[in-house]
């Protein structure tokens, strides 16, 4: 196993962030399970000449904190955090959950008021990195959790999640170049195009992407990767679309997702079970009820849901909307504490055009 997770820093460190010389490195871990990685992580960063700093948990204490904290603490920001997202050239976080429903019964509320208190720190990280100033990557270790939840053994899921990553390959990077090299062809096509118009089963839904940035996912910010996303024009979101992928946001559940938009805002939102969680978060603010991502899956390896979004939004065949916050990097505006990414399979019908012509089919593109 030891060569697993040196394989899987060198991906982290040279790769996905590209640390040289001299940079600051963060490394987030959020329980004991992800030891072997951030042990493999920080030695690739001291062996390339930078400067790593540890940020490990116990555990998830996000529920205590959103049951116990009042408003003044829901509200504060510590001055480290602060200068931390202002300072630090790389960040690398690994998520190595022991219960992934611990945030299911928090109060939604209290979850709103420290989301729009924290936006800050999230829209720094994203137009630094936008301006190419720092880099960031998301990345998870098999845990209990994470099998359980994916309905499979521990075993089984360690297999999955490294061949996701390509990690089974002699060269995951290599793999994940060809993968950047295929999509930006896809994203070339995609830029210049106006409006990209979604059809399949309760689906029909047009978004207008002029002057938008499509971009390559290929384990530069997630790892595994494997999409080509942009951010809508903020109002031009317009029809409806259904979700047949089960939707998962901190521990909670939303099947069979049916929303209807109009001039780029849900004005209509059902679901078989989880309505009233998925209106809750539609409400979260002001931005959440708009569209900030379309995207399309490419990862071929991810092929059913497992109830961990860093995986199942790149189900190869399968396309996602989000809603809530935009990415800077796309040209896209849209502010909100939410952002939700609920998936849609492809594979039974659904096509997508862009300015008319059919550029993809049945969980295929034809371009």
Aim: hydrophobic residues 35%; negative net charge.
């Amino acid at each position: 196993m030891n060569d697993i997770w040196t394989k899987y820093a060198k991906v982290l460190v040279d790769y996905s962030t590209k640390v040289k010389k001299g940079d600051l490195v963060v490394i987030r871990a959020t329980s004991p399970m992800a030891e072997n990685l951030v042990k493999a992580v920080y030695k690739r960063v001291l062996e390339v000449g930078g400067h790593p700093v540890v940020r490990a948990s116990i555990c998830d204490m996000s529920d205590i904190f959103i049951k116990y904290a009042n408003d003044e603490q829901l509200d504060y920001i510590d001055p480290m955090s602060q200068l931390e997202y202002e300072k630090v050239d790389k960040y690398i976080s690994i998520g190595a959950p022991l219960n992934v429903k611990n945030m299911a019964r928090a109060d939604k509320d209290k979850l709103a008021r420290r989301a729009k208190a924290t936006r800050p720190l999230s829209e720094k990280l994203l137009s630094r990195s936008a301006k190419g100033e720092a880099s960031w990557v998301i990345a998870d270790v098999p845990t209990n959790a994470l099998a359980q939840e994916a309905k499979m053994s521990f075993d089984e899921y360690s297999e999955f999640l490294f061949n996701a990553c390509f990690l089974n390959l002699d060269d995951p990077v290599a793999k994940l170049q060809e993968m950047d090299k295929e999509q930006t062809r896809y994203c070339e096509y995609l830029n210049k195009c106006s409006e990209i118009h979604i059809i399949g089963e309760k689906t029909d839904i047009t978004f207008n992407t002029k002057g938008r940035k499509w971009i390559s996912c290929s384990g530069l910010n997630n790892y595994p990767d494997g999409e080509v996303f942009t951010s809508p024009v903020e109002d031009s979101a317009n029809g409806e679309i259904y979700f047949d992928f089960p939707a998962i946001y901190r521990g909670n559940e939303a099947h069979k997702i049916h929303l209807t938009l109009k001039d780029g805002k849900v004005i209509k939102a059902e679901a078989e079970k989880g309505e009233e969680f998925l209106k809750s978060m539609l409400n979260l603010d002001k931005g959440a009820s708009f569209v900030g991502e379309i995207a399309i899956g490419t990862n071929e390896m991810v092929k059913d849901v497992t109830g961990n979004i860093l995986f199942d939004e790149k189900i190869g065949g399968s396309i996602h909307m989000a809603c809530g916050a935009s990415y800077p990097e796309t040209g896209g505006k849209n502010v909100s504490g939410l952002h939700w990414d609920i998936i849609k399979n492809m594979k039974n019908g659904g096509k997508i055009f862009a300015d008319g012509t059919l550029i993809y089919e049945n969980g295929k593109f034809l371009i």
